[in-house]
């Protein structure tokens, strides 16, 4: 067998990029966009302060001060001819629908622009919204919808301060698939409270409910949140490379092959990371994660025991 670092994750992981260049024949890539929205659990509507892990400054992308055609043209990749539009920062659903459907038409308006990706909560989402992405769909364009879960605790949710539910998740995953709508689900690895246990019944869930994509990512303390004054007061601890490689293998392995893996591993934007110090960078978890799956088995393997 080669060596881990000769391998490359693909190799057992069905990936989202590998999905794309076998749909287009060729590497289509993400470009994070900023719409200038705003998040409910910020403005007052739901709360104020937002999750208790988020930060204003941790969010990637453009200044909002920047029109949507200057985002797509300064942050593409000039080796790639075709993008899809993420909307990524803060809950890109939540404005109203005239401004959205403003947004999102301008967005897809760029001839190289194939598709969108909607970052948002899954309480806010509504039938209107579901509607517009649908009819995107069926002009053609890939269309996904990326729904912020995190954990199918409740406990878990209220303690970081996300002021929804893991029902709100399950009805908003249903209706947009209902709609041909593909979801993708985002789950964070070592929430506070949280051990393997809770990571493998929330990716349970996730694919009970049904889901097209996943990302994982493990929990990291950025400057400015909750959780740094709660890090830095001994309240929360953080993963070692290695806890988080063997859960976040252990649910790829969990996984049905036919759903897709869009990330595996986070890192923290230059300056933001508090801890752990190795997600400073993303290949260290790449290549943890891919050792395990190159001498255990790759995605699927353990379907049948679960």
């Known amino acids: 067998m080669k060596s881990a670092d000769s391998l490359s994750l693909n190799r057992f992981v069905h990936t989202f990029g590998d999905s794309l260049r076998e749909k287009y024949g060729e590497n289509v890539y993400k470009i994070s966009l900023s719409g200038n929205f705003t998040c409910p659990n910020r403005d007052g509507t739901l709360g104020r302060g937002g999750c208790t892990f988020c930060s204003v400054a941790s969010f990637a992308g453009s200044p909002a001060r920047k029109s949507l055609r200057e985002q797509l043209l300064e942050n593409r990749n000039p080796r790639a001819r075709l993008f899809l539009a993420y909307f990524q920062a803060y809950t890109s659903t939540y404005a109203e629908f005239a401004v959205l459907k403003k947004c999102y038409d301008e967005a897809l308006a760029s001839p190289e622009v194939i598709g969108l990706c909607v970052g948002t909560r899954p309480d806010c989402v509504s039938d209107e919204i579901l509607g ?13 919808l990326e729904l912020g879960l995190q954990s199918s605790f409740d406990e878990t949710l209220e303690r970081i301060n996300r002021r929804h539910t893991f029902a709100d998740y399950v009805r908003t995953a249903v209706r947009a698939r209902e709609r041909g709508i593909r979801v993708c689900a985002h ?6 409270g949280e051990g393997l246990m809770h990571s493998l019944t929330t990716l349970g869930r996730v694919l009970d409910t049904g889901a097209d994509a996943l990302k994982l990512h493990q929990l990291h303390i950025v400057r400015g949140s909750q959780m740094e004054r709660e890090y830095r007061r001994g309240e929360i601890a953080v993963l070692s490379l290695e806890e988080y490689a063997r859960i976040a293998a252990l649910m790829i392995q969990h996984t049905p092959e036919n759903v897709l893996y869009e990330r595996v591993g986070a ?3 230059s300056g933001m990371l508090v801890a752990p110090d190795w997600a400073a960078k993303r290949w260290p978890v790449i290549n943890a994660i891919t050792a395990i799956l190159a001498r255990e088995g790759g995605q699927g393997s353990r379907v049948r025991c679960a």
């Not at 789950?187 to 506070?192: C, K, M």
């Open 132 to 144: 517009l992405l649908e009819d995107y769909g069926k002009q053609g364009f890939e269309v996904w």
């Open 267 to 269: 890192s923290a934007l």
């Open 187 to 192: 789950i964070i690895v070592g929430l506070p």
